[in-house]
């Protein structure tokens, strides 16, 4: 499997991927979440500009992360501004030589939480997104979001790997995938082992990092509660090639450069766990 770190989109890009290059890694996912990159007329610019970076610092783009409404936000608000960002984003993450994009499902948060009210609204609101990355050969990674410890019992449509997979299934469409995030699903106290073989052949990308299961960490692999030695094996067969990518915190300091070279070393460690026979999934 590949091995890759994900990078903000921020004023301190190029230092993170200059650190990132240096440290070992070949593979990069970009993120997109807080950036208001999208939001700009002139925001093919600044896509060619990551584009040759990406190329200067010798590095590949394996996946991106959209950018994203504030979770608390019901389904039912519309931001034009956002939507349409979304649908840049789809076409940038193809500029930038990759497929996949981590997308937050949205939910009915309002008036109590309505499972079917946030599929219906989830459909709704990926139907054109679908559309474009059909389009622009993009593809939508529905991501897992777990109940976040410092929004109360405020729940989220995706915290149900399930009702994920139904999501998925509706749209029947190589254009859809699902991305694992395993600090989330370590905070919703998920079996992983049985979550990871029921999405199956739906996995298409990754978000790497661990947590002591009271707040979403994101810390590395080595760091917190997730017994990876049960996942790897299963995330092999369920993934094929696909890249191992790290979502974590770091600090664009001086010491950057060591960071990434040790969480580096922690995937190559997790790559370990995967040498053994398969499970059927």
């Known amino acids: 499997m590949k091995h890759a770190v994900q990078l903000q989109h921020d004023e301190n890009l190029e230092y993170a991927l200059k650190s990132a290059a240096a440290a070992g890694f070949h593979y990069v996912s970009v993120g997109f979440g807080s950036s208001k990159c999208f939001h700009h007329a002139d925001w ?68 109590n939480f309505s499972p079917r009210r946030s599929m219906e609204y989830a459909i709704a609101a990926l139907e054109p997104m679908v559309e474009e990355a059909q389009r622009v050969h993009a593809g939508i990674a529905l991501e897992n979001l777990p109940i976040f410890p410092g929004l109360g019992k405020m729940r989220f449509f995706s915290s149900d790997y399930e009702d994920l997979c139904v999501l998925h299934d509706h ?14 699903a370590n905070l919703m106290g998920n079996d992983q082992k049985k979550a990871l073989q029921t999405v199956g052949k739906r996995l298409k990308i990754t978000h790497v990092h661990n947590n002591d299961g009271t707040d979403d960490q994101h810390y590395l692999p080595t760091q917190g509660t997730i017994s990876w030695e049960e996942q790897i094996p299963v995330l092999k067969a369920c993934a094929d090639n696909e890249a191992l990518t790290l979502e974590i915190n770091y600090t664009s300091n001086s010491t950057l450069q060591s960071f990434f070279a040790h969480a580096l ?3 190559e460690w997790m790559e370990t766990l995967s040498e053994t026979d398969f499970p059927q999934v």
Request: proline share 4%; hydrophobic share 40%.
């Open 44 to 111: 093919e610019k600044e896509i060619l500009r990551v584009s040759k970076l990406l190329s200067k610092y010798q590095l590949e783009c394996v996946q991106t992360h959209f950018p994203y409404y504030d979770l608390r936000i019901s389904a039912e608000i519309i931001d034009e501004e956002m939507d349409r960002a979304m649908l840049r984003c789809l076409k940038a993450t193809a500029e930038l030589g990759a497929f996949w994009v981590a997308y937050h499902p949205r939910s009915a948060v309002s008036d």
């Open 171 to 184: 749209f029947s469409s190589p254009n859809v995938g699902i991305c694992w995030d395993f600090g989330h």
């Open 265 to 267: 070393s922690c995937l």
